[in-house]
C-alpha cells in the first residue's frame, strides 16, 4: 500500500526538508562563495551523488511505509546522515572559516543519524519476525483448510492419496475400506441440502467413534466416505468396517420439522493392499468393489421385489 507522505507523514517531510534548508543556511551564512578554478567537481559528484541517494531512500520509506515508530527512526536517522552530507557538498562551493562551530554541527549529525538508522533497522526486524510468523501461521491454516472438508471436518481425498502414497512404501499390511450412503440423492432432494449437510457431520462423528486413533477418515466424495486402516489385518479390518455399518444403520438422524427418525442404509467395501499396489491402483479396486457391492444390493432388491 502507498502512502501520500504530504498527507500521512506531514511531520517527517517537513523535518527532512527543514533540514536541508538549514544546512544550506547555515552553510551559506558562513561561507564564501569559492572561485570556479578552485571547485573540486569530482567530490561534488560524489558528495552531491550521497545527498541525492540518502534523499531517494527517504521518499521510498515515506511512500511505502505506514507512519509509525519504525519509520520514524529510519528517517529521522537518514535525515540527519543527509543534513551531514549537505554540509560537505555545500562545502565544495564555499569557503568555510576554519575552527568554527560549524565544524561540530558538520560532524555529530552523521554518527547520531546513524544510531537512529540502526534502531529503526532492529526495530523492522522484529517487526517483520512478527509478520512473517503470522503469514507462516495463515499459510499453514490456508494449507489445512484445502486439505479438509469443511462441512465434515474430514480429510478430502487428495490428503488420502498422499498417506496411502506414505504408507503403501512401507512393509505392512494395509486396508482400504469405502462406506456410501445409499439414496443420499433422493434424501438431499427430499429434506434439502441444509439437513443432508447436517447428515454428512453425524455420519462423520460415528466414523470417527468408531475408528481408532491411527486409522484415516476422509470423505471421498458426496456421499462416500473411506477409512485406511494401517498395520491392519483382513480379519481386523473385517470387524472395524462392521462395526461401522452397524452404528450407521442405527442412527436416528432427526430431520428438522419431521416427526420420525431416518435410518440410513449404507453399502461398504474393503480391499487390502497387495505387492506393487499405488494409490491409484488400491483405490480404483475399492472403487470397483464398492460398485460391484451396489449392483448386488440392486439385484437382490430386485429379485425380492
Request: glycine share 6%; hydrophobic share 45%; proline share 4%.
Amino acid at each position: 500500500m502507498r502512502y501520500n507522505p504530504f498527507t500521512h507523514h506531514r511531520f517527517l517531510t517537513n523535518a527532512v526538508i527543514a533540514l536541508f534548508v538549514i544546512a544550506f543556511l547555515l552553510s551559506a551564512q558562513a561561507g564564501e562563495l569559492k572561485p570556479f578554478a578552485d571547485i573540486a567537481w569530482l567530490d561534488i559528484l560524489g558528495e552531491g551523488g550521497i545527498v541525492l541517494m540518502t534523499l531517494t531512500w527517504i521518499a521510498a520509506l515515506l511512500i511505502s511505509r505506514p507512519p509509525g515508530k519504525v519509520t520514524s527512526f529510519l528517517v529521522l536517522g537518514l535525515g540527519l546522515f543527509m543534513f551531514s552530507a549537505s554540509l560537505d557538498l555545500f562545502d565544495e562551493w564555499l569557503h568555510q572559516p576554519t575552527n568554527t562551530w560549524l565544524t561540530w554541527i558538520e560532524s555529530l549529525p552523521a554518527p547520531i543519524g546513524m544510531i537512529f538508522t540502526s534502531l529503526g533497522l532492529y526495530q523492522w526486524h522484529q517487526e517483520q519476525y512478527v509478520l512473517n510468523r503470522q503469514l507462516k501461521r495463515r499459510e499453514a491454516q490456508h494449507r489445512e483448510h484445502e486439505l479438509v472438508c469443511s462441512i465434515t471436518g474430514l480429510y478430502k481425498a487428495d490428503y488420502l492419496q498422499a498417506v496411502l502414497k506414505e504408507q503403501l512404501s512401507e512393509p505392512q499390511p494395509l486396508q482400504l475400506a469405502a462406506i456410501d450412503i445409499r439414496g443420499f440423492a433422493d434424501f438431499n432432494a427430499e429434506f434439502g441440502f441444509i439437513e443432508g449437510d447436517r447428515l454428512l457431520g453425524e455420519v462423520s462423528e460415528l466414523l470417527l467413534m468408531n475408528c481408532r486413533l491411527s486409522d484415516v477418515v476422509c470423505r471421498y466424495a458426496g456421499d462416500c466416505f473411506m477409512v485406511l486402516m494401517p498395520n491392519t489385518s483382513a480379519v481386523q479390518a473385517k470387524e472395524l468396517v462392521a462395526q461401522i455399518t452397524s452404528a450407521l444403520s442405527h442412527c436416528a438422524f432427526k430431520v428438522e420439522g419431521e416427526k420420525h427418525a431416518k435410518f440410513q442404509d449404507v453399502t461398504a467395501a474393503l480391499v487390502g493392499s497387495m505387492q506393487g499396489d499405488t494409490p491409484h491402483s488400491l483405490s480404483s479396486r475399492l472403487h470397483a468393489k464398492l460398485q460391484q457391492q451396489k449392483q448386488q444390493r440392486v439385484s437382490h432388491c430386485e429379485a425380492v421385489s
